[in-house]
């Protein structure tokens, strides 16, 4: 019998318990999450930092195949197939290393039944989304960023542009 095993009644207790744990990790990475209202939204959480927001699917796991990894539950593939239409990252969080991998949902696209996650195998399929909180920082979409010069920056170049509203 595996150690976590008896802490949780279920794995929908199991889920919301990871829930709560991703929450905590992503704030002391700087994001601000968000819950939908409701237990219709494809998505669990939304993460977001300086303006843009990710739709995040949080998975959990506790059931080790051997030598060192560990299966982490997929939806069948016609949900699979809906779910990627409306999520961006999936978290995995493997609970006995008490570790995350953060892996764009389409990454997982082909996956049937379950992904085997190996956090001490190097080279292994996913390894590098274990712990890739980075990735919910770098896909920003760059082009769409407009920056205003502050006027400290504007002082600093000895000009000021005009406000496209002014």
């Known amino acids: ?13 199991r889920g919301e318990w990871a829930e709560i744990r991703f929450v905590a990790r992503a704030m002391e990475q700087g994001f601000r999450v968000s819950k939908p209202w409701g237990n219709t939204s494809p998505y669990d959480l939304m993460v977001e930092r300086d303006g843009t927001a990710f739709r995040v699917q949080i998975k959990s796991t506790i059931h080790r195949i051997p030598p060192a990894s560990y299966a982490c539950g997929m939806p069948c593939e016609k949900r699979m197939l809906a779910l990627l239409k409306e999520v961006d990252f999936l978290a995995a969080y493997v609970i006995p290393a008490d570790l995350w991998y953060i892996i764009p949902a389409g990454t997982v696209r082909k996956a049937k039944g379950s992904i085997s996650l190996s956090p001490w195998k190097r080279g292994a399929k996913y390894d590098r989304y274990l712990e890739a909180w980075f990735l919910l920082r770098k896909w920003r979409p760059e082009h769409n960023v407009r920056r205003t010069p502050t006027p400290a920056s504007q002082e600093a170049t000895g000009r000021a542009e005009a406000h496209p509203n002014s």
């Open 1 to 13: 019998m595996n150690l976590w095993t008896k802490h949780f009644r279920n794995s929908g207790e």
